[in-house]
């Protein structure tokens, strides 16, 4: 449990290097535009909103990083927030691995959270941090499933419409889809990522998963349905009717 006078120092990492290849030909994915922004603004001000978060390391394409830079120079945040950019990497371990670099000592909790889910409520960011206050070694925000979920022997290389032999069906209420921001105590993800590197691992698709195989912890927090990542077009459809309808309501 931390200190309320003296809250522990939380940064946010924002891998936003990856190309967005499911999303279909165009600019790398965190540089496309919802409603006339581009999803890593979006995902920015998310982390920026809460107030916990003072400083945020946004992870951009190698290419794109000094375009970046002058992008988000002109981004009005809260004073409290300080803004690094550094080029990230081939993978999003790597990414999120560049990005860890870059934060200073001081910072205790690292929160990370992908560009591509750029809508994440204030209210998740805070329920995740709050949970690593709370001594938490690793949070992952998460929504139960609503299809059920088959493990399959997959298909060849080469042959992805072949039938593919169901292998098991999981208890699906056992099940989580996982979301970001996840959030560490800091060392906790540090070592993990050290490790895997050292290892010349990557197959981990989250940082939590890191985390587990170092045998540390991991607790889910709930996620929200306004989390989703953007990862395929409709996504793209669904984002910008999520932006509309908070206009509507709240004028956001
Ligand atoms: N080399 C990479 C790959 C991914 N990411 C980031 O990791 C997050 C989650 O990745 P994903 O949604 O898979 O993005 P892409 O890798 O861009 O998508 P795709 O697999 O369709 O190319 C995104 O914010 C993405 O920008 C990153 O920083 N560096
Ligand atoms: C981190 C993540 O968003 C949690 O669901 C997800 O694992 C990223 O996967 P991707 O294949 O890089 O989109």
């Known amino acids: ?5 003296h809250p522990p120092r939380t940064a946010a990492v924002i891998p936003a290097a990856g190309r ?3 999303l279909g030909p165009g600019a790398p994915k965190a540089l496309r535009t919802l409603n006339g922004t581009p999803m890593l603004i979006h995902a920015v001000r ?8 003072t ?15 002058t992008l988000l120079t002109d981004l009005a945040l809260p004073d409290r927030t300080d803004i690094a950019v550094v080029p990230g990497g081939e993978t999003r371990q790597e990414s999120v691995r560049l990005g860890l670099e870059a934060i200073p000592d001081d910072i205790e909790i690292v929160l990370v959270h992908d560009a591509a889910r750029p809508l994440v409520p204030v209210d998740t960011v805070d329920a995740v941090i709050e949970a690593v206050r709370d001594g938490a070694p690793a949070v992952v925000p998460a929504l139960p499933l609503t299809d059920t979920v088959k493990e399959v ?9 072949d039938p593919e032999p169901v292998v098991a069906t999981p208890e699906r209420a056992r099940l989580r ?3 970001t921001p996840q959030g560490f105590d800091r060392d906790t993800l540090v070592n993990a990522h050290r490790t895997m590197a050292a290892a010349g691992g990557d197959g981990a698709t989250d940082c939590a998963g890191m985390v587990e195989r170092l045998g540390a912890p991991v607790v889910v927090v709930p996620g929200h349905e306004e989390a989703f990542k953007v990862t395929r077009p409709l996504d793209l459809v669904l984002a910008e009717a999520v932006l509309a309808r908070r206009r509507a309501n709240d004028g956001f």
């Open 55 to 69: 400083l945020v390391v946004v992870v951009a394409p190698p290419d794109d990083a000094p375009g970046v830079k």
């Open 20 to 22: 967005g290849v499911r």
């Open 177 to 179: 889809a996982v979301q």
């Open 153 to 161: 022997e997959p298909a060849p290389p080469g042959h992805p419409t």
């Open 46 to 53: 998310a982390m920026a909103a809460s107030r916990a978060v």
């Open 1 to 5: 449990m931390s200190d309320v006078s």
